[in-house]
């Protein structure tokens, strides 16, 4: 069931808001509110180490020495988060390896943190959500 409810806001920060409805492609401005209290309520379970699902990318020289195998021993110490990973040959140097894991948002955080960090990764990030049970 909708519930309505009303909001007053500066001029300008109405307007700032309607630019970014526009920008991402919300059809209206119900639409855009309900999506950013999705996205700060998902964050909150984030902070209560919530169980979250998410995806390391990482790029990487695999030339890099000991690399590959520093990668593969981390996701082995930390084997009950991983979903699936993918490898890709991005080039005859560079690789990008995405993994799918699913845990606790410490455990999330911690495994990608080590994995980006790693000598000779490139570029790595983390994408993490949940199913936002209380969420519709």
């Not at 500066?10 to 700032?16: H, R, S, W």
């Not at 209290?37 to 990487?60: C, F, N, P, Q």
């Not at 990668?71 to 930390?78: A, G, S, W, Y």
Request: charged share 25%; hydrophobic share 35%.
């Amino acid at each position: 069931m909708l519930k309505r409810f009303s909001i007053s806001l500066e001029e300008d920060l109405l307007a700032g808001f309607d630019d970014y409805i526009v920008r991402h492609g919300y059809s209206n401005r119900s639409e855009a509110v309900r999506d950013l209290i999705r996205k700060v309520l998902v964050k909150d379970e984030w902070a209560d180490d919530s169980e979250v699902v998410g995806v390391v990318t990482m790029v990487y020289d695999h030339h890099k020495s000991q690399l590959q195998e520093r990668i593969t021993e981390l996701q082995h110490d930390f084997y009950e988060l991983i979903t699936s990973t993918t490898h890709i040959h991005m080039d005859h140097h560079n690789c990008l390896e995405v993994t799918i894991v699913k845990g606790k948002a410490s455990q999330v955080q911690e495994l990608a943190g080590r994995l980006i960090a790693l000598r000779g990764v490139k570029d790595g990030s983390l994408t993490m959500s949940s199913t936002g049970g209380h969420l519709r």
